[in-house]
């Protein structure tokens, strides 16, 4: 023990009148505070859902938090579950890669060329507000039911996001530098890689940022309108069939899987873009 500490112990022990003991902390208390916060409204949220679904007027169509607890337990351990997982994130991370790969260099070519960048901008702003579940019925047409209808649905929105955000992340590169890199006879390529993106990568991580919570719900969608494989479908399944335990435990799964797909994004932002504060 410091001295600071034995001396604030001293002055502690002053303030209290003499013949009373000094205030002792509840046990309740304390064994409250050995758990996180965030989960207090967890298990709020899980006694007001448990308390909905014993209602007259809620029978049959909300089930209990504890069969629906009990539904998404067994379902970890049967293995098309873990498939319908598989699908759904090979959709996500197949459709982001190639979106992500054709976006970025066409975002980069438009941010070069001034005439490019204000002649495609109010296109590309339109076709980004395009709802990607408006896709779904036109690509179920052409594709059918199949994963590549579910890639296509996933590619089609993040392209133009991420393409926007990569032209105007080159705009926003420091003129400065760039007559300081053309004084040392720096062609576009270096521009690019001195300038350039590094200048872009802020708005591009930006973009990647909202294109991988895209991905993941664009998958889910494909598979609950379009029929694409994957934990849409299942849970399309369910509902068609009145298996409400069922489809209320794939929405759990569902939120723990995009909780985790959001975890790995906030931690490897700041990793791969450590100059830029996030």
């Known amino acids: 023990m410091t001295r600071s500490d034995s001396e604030e112990e001293v002055s502690a022990a002053a303030q209290i009148p003499e013949g009373k003991k000094p205030p002792r902390k509840r046990p309740v208390l304390r064994a409250l505070k050995l758990f996180p916060p965030s989960i207090f409204p967890l298990v709020g949220l899980f006694l007001i859902w448990q308390w909905g679904s ?6 049959g ?27 759904t994130l090979q959709m996500a991370i197949i459709g982001l890669v190639i ?9 980069i070519a438009l941010g070069l060329s001034k005439f490019a960048f ?18 779904v019925p036109l690509a179920t047409l052409v594709l059918g039911p199949t994963m590549e209808m ?51 990568a802020p708005q591009i991580a930006y973009g990647l940022r909202i294109a991988v919570i895209i991905s993941f719900l664009a998958a889910v969608t494909a598979g609950i309108i379009g029929g694409a494989p994957g934990m849409g479908r299942e849970m399309m399944y369910a509902q068609l069939n009145g298996q409400t335990t069922l489809t209320f435990a794939i929405v759990l799964q569902l939120g723990f899987l995009g909780m985790l797909v959001s975890f790995v994004v906030e931690w490897a932002q700041p990793k791969l873009i450590f100059w830029v504060p996030s």
């Open 99 to 107: 979106s992500v790969t054709i976006a970025i260099p066409l975002g």
């Open 54 to 59: 014993s209602l007259d007027s809620l029978a």
């Open 150 to 200: 579910g890639i296509f649905v996933v590619a089609w929105p993040i392209l133009f996001v991420v393409a926007v955000q990569t032209a105007y992340g080159v705009r926003d590169a420091d003129p400065v530098l760039i007559e300081t890199l053309k004084c040392y006879r720096q062609g576009v390529l270096g521009q690019i890689r001195y300038a350039r993106l590094p200048a872009a």
């Open 61 to 87: 169509v909300l089930p209990s938090a504890t069969d629906t607890i009990a539904e998404f337990w067994r379902m970890l351990f049967e293995p098309l579950t873990w498939l319908a997982v598989k699908d």
């Open 118 to 135: 204000l002649s495609s901008r109010f296109t590309l702003n339109f076709l980004r507000v395009i709802p990607g579940i408006v896709v």
